[in-house]
């Protein structure tokens, strides 16, 4: 069983930057692929950013539109997997989910961000 502890959301506004954490409870961390999706009103949840490590660093991909604006990262010795939002737009209102998979997945609870001035 893996925990997934996502930080508190709230409402930032518009330009600013934002890094989500997401701490993972076990010992097999670096195994998982770490995802964060997001959900946003009247939306269906959508795969923002995937990381995986290999032997020789990580693998990242993200969705389209956000690629150059949101990074993913982990510190596997942390169990943390982190998501640098910059430059937040009124539209990434939504909210966000860490999500562990190998074999089987794994889901934080969400944390909601507004953004809004």
């Known amino acids: 069983q893996v925990q997934l502890v996502e930080p508190g959301g709230g409402l930032v506004q518009p330009v600013v930057s934002l890094r989500f954490s997401c701490v993972a409870s076990?010992?097999?961390?670096?195994?998982?692929?770490m995802r964060w999706y997001r959900q946003a009103p009247g939306k269906e949840r959508e795969l923002v950013a995937t990381i995986t490590s290999n032997g020789n660093g990580v693998i990242t991909d993200y969705i389209e539109s956000l690629k150059g604006r949101f990074t993913i990262s982990r510190d596997n010795a942390k169990n943390t997997v982190y998501l640098q939002m910059d430059k937040l737009k009124p539209e990434d209102t939504a909210v966000y989910y860490c999500?562990?998979?190998?074999?089987?997945?794994?889901w934080g609870k969400g944390t909601l961000v507004t953004v809004s001035s």
């Open positions: 999500n562990a998979r190998y074999g089987i997945g794994y």
């Open positions: 076990g010992s097999t961390f670096s195994r998982f692929a």
